[in-house]
């Protein structure tokens, strides 16, 4: 089993920052996938980013690249977000995700087994 604590959450203006932290607890693993996603009303959970492997490879979503950055601090289980140059279409309830095994695809929601409970971010015109 795996706990996933989400932080960081909140509003912010068009332009403006936020870093998002998700602690992970429980079983680890060298093979592994950490995610982000988002989800807003009335459309699908989308891909955000993803670390995985024993190497750390980290994917973006085409949207995300050069506003977003993934990192994880190995020590404390704790993967972030850092999300610079936000816009009004980034509002969504962003969540966390792990999978214990290295999955072919880190875009799919249904490669991760364990996801966080979601933070609420608002991005304001």
């Known amino acids: 089993q795996v706990q996933l604590v989400e932080s960081g959450g909140g509003l912010v203006q068009a332009g403006g920052s936020l870093r998002l932290s998700c602690a992970a607890s429980?079983?680890?693993?060298?093979?592994?996938?950490l995610g982000w996603f988002r989800q807003a009303p009335g459309k699908e959970r989308e891909f955000v980013a993803a670390?995985?492997?024993?190497?750390?490879?980290?994917s973006y979503a085409d949207s995300m690249k050069g506003r977003f950055t993934i990192s994880r601090e190995n020590a404390k289980n704790t993967v972030s977000l850092q999300m610079n140059s936000l816009k009004p279409e980034d509002t969504a309830v962003y969540y966390c995700?792990?999978?214990?095994?290295?999955?072919?695809?880190?875009?799919?929601?249904?490669?991760?087994?364990?996801w966080g409970q979601g933070t609420q971010v608002t991005v304001s015109s």
């Open positions: 670390i995985s492997g024993p190497g750390g490879s980290i």
């Open positions: 429980g079983r680890t693993s060298n093979n592994y996938a």
């Open positions: 995700a792990a999978s214990l095994r290295l999955p072919r695809s880190v875009s799919l929601p249904g490669k991760y087994d364990y």
